[in-house]
T-cell receptor, first 118, second 114 residues
Framework: NAGVMQNPRHLVRRRGQEARLRCSPM?????VYWYRQLPEEGLKFMVY????????ESGMPKERFSAEFPKEGPSILRIQQVVRGDSAAYFC????????????????FGEGSRLTVL | AQSVTQPDIHITVSEGASLELRCNYS??????LFWYVQSPGQGLQLLLK??????LVQGIKGFEAEFKRSQSSFNLRKPSVHWSDAAEYFC????????????FGDGTTLTVKP
């Protein structure tokens, strides 16, 4: 059973360009989370999605950042007009759905996408 | 609001020595608690978790953690550290209800001396 798949693993963008990061959750997982890890810091929650719904985006910057998890296909984290401060590792995690429709909170992480903004 | 504090940013231990990494949390009810490990350039891997029941939980790679409600702590321990344990360790508190997000501490970097 494949784990959480993220791509690209490394992405280099110039200031003002767009970055798109993709995440395919583990099979059978319907909850997806995006976290950002700045150098020498811990993980900061960005957004929590279920299929076709944004459940909690309280950690997302108000501008330039957006996320989606369509009915078909991977979850996408999109950063428009990137700036140097966006350079970080972006981790996607998924969690299982138990029969009650809720999640257990245990997260399964991908290996991350490392964005460098020149 | 839930929060997690890992007081030690960096810990160095000798190979074969015992290890304890501290974690304190703030949350109003019984939380879901986790320890994750991150090797350089990699994602996070779950070491162990506490949901309910026995307050001493066993995890992978010989790690264990003890939930102490009175101290709001969930410290990670290992009796004998191996060089391969060098990594960054994150404590996390899970969602207050059965939906939501986890809050992570800032991590403790473990260095193992030969």
């Amino acid at each position: 059973n494949a784990g959480v798949m993220q791509n690209p693993r490394h992405l280099v963008r110039r200031r003002g360009q767009e970055a798109r990061l993709r995440c395919s959750p583990m099979k059978g997982h319907s909850h997806v989370y995006w976290y950002r890890q700045l150098p020498e810091e811990g993980l900061k929650f960005m957004v929590y999605l279920q299929k076709e719904n944004i459940i909690d985006e309280s950690g997302m910057p108000k501008e330039r950042f957006s996320a989606e998890f369509p009915k078909e296909g991977p979850s996408i984290l999109r950063i428009q007009q990137v700036v140097r401060g966006d350079s970080a590792a972006y981790f996607c995690a998924s969690s299982p759905t138990v029969l009650t429709g809720s999640n257990t909170g245990e997260l399964f992480f991908g290996e991350g996408s490392r964005l460098t903004v020149l | 609001a839930q929060s997690v504090t890992q007081p030690d940013i960096h810990i160095t231990v000798s190979e074969g020595a015992s290890l304890e990494l501290r974690c304190n949390y703030s949350y109003g009810a019984t939380p879901y608690l986790f320890w994750y490990v991150q090797s350089p350039g990699q994602g996070l891997q779950l070491l162990l978790k506490y949901f309910s029941g026995d307050t001493l939980v066993q995890g992978i790679k010989g790690f264990e953690a003890e939930f102490k409600r009175s101290q709001s702590s969930f410290n990670l321990r290992k009796p004998s550290v191996h060089w391969s344990d060098a990594a960054e360790y994150f404590c996390a508190v899970g969602p207050p209800t059965n939906a939501g997000k986890s809050t992570f501490g800032d991590g403790t970097t473990l260095t193992v001396k030969p």
